[in-house]
Structures are given as structure tokens and as C-alpha cells.
């Protein structure tokens, strides 16, 4: 049973940057999983932010975010991050980490079915 534990999230001035990292246990052993960020916002539905294939490290960013957030991994501490620079109000939001194991492509659309969920952290940028 995979747990995720979210850590990093505060508050940032626009412009400012911030770190998020989660800490992944539970994984199966030899199995690759598709791990991403999510984020929602006070009276907005969840919006992805991107995704990491662990087996090959490919990643995905949504528009909205690209050029400024990258994610990564860190495969020998079970960790996954999402650097996030430039920040803007807009992107205030209690931000999620997630996984899945069932999935035809790693992303974040339908095709892939995020199972395991952290707890969210906080990210607030003034």
C-alpha cells in the first residue's frame, strides 16, 4: 500500500520560489509508477500539474505551469519533487502528491488513475 507525505509548502512572494517534496513509501518492488502533483484552489475543482514516469523519468507539465515548475525524482530516497519558481498568486492552492500503478500513459489525463493521495500541503503566494 503506497503512502505518500507531502513537505515544503508555505508562503512565497510572487516572483519567489518554493520546494515541495514527498515521501513515498509502500512501493512494490520492480514496478514503475506514475507519479504527479495536483493542486486545487479555494472554490476551483483539482487541476494536474505534472507527471513522472519513475520507470523512465519522462515528465509532463501543464501549460499552465511549464517553464516555471519541474519535477523530479529522487529514486534512492523514494522521493519526489516540484520546484516551482516564478511563482504567482494564481498559483496559491493546496498542492498534492499522487501515484498510480494503473495507467496506459503517464500523464494527466484519463489514461492514467492516481490511487494513492498525500494529505496536501498549503502553498500561498502574495
Known amino acids: 500500500h503506497v503512502q505518500l507525505v507531502e513537505s515544503g509548502g508555505g508562503s512565497a512572494q510572487a516572483g519567489g520560489s518554493l520546494r515541495l517534496s514527498c515521501a513515498a513509501s509502500?512501493?512494490?518492488?520492480?514496478?514503475?509508477?506514475?507519479m504527479g502533483w495536483f493542486r486545487q484552489a479555494p472554490g476551483k475543482e483539482r487541476e494536474g500539474v505534472a507527471t513522472?514516469?519513475?520507470?523512465?523519468?519522462?515528465?509532463y507539465s501543464a501549460d499552465t505551469v511549464k517553464d516555471r515548475f519541474t519535477i523530479s525524482q529522487d529514486n534512492a530516497k523514494n522521493t519526489l519533487y516540484l520546484q516551482m519558481n516564478s511563482l504567482k498568486p494564481g498559483d496559491t492552492a493546496v498542492y498534492y502528491c499522487?501515484?498510480?500503478?494503473?495507467?496506459?500513459?503517464?500523464?494527466?489525463?484519463?489514461?492514467?488513475?492516481?490511487?494513492?493521495w498525500g494529505q496536501g500541503t498549503q502553498v500561498t503566494v502574495s
Open positions: 513522472i514516469y519513475t520507470g523512465d523519468g519522462s515528465t
Open positions: 509502500g512501493y512494490t518492488a520492480r514496478r514503475s509508477y506514475c
Open positions: 499522487a501515484a498510480s500503478d494503473k495507467f496506459l500513459e503517464c500523464g494527466l489525463g484519463k489514461n492514467t488513475d492516481f490511487g494513492y
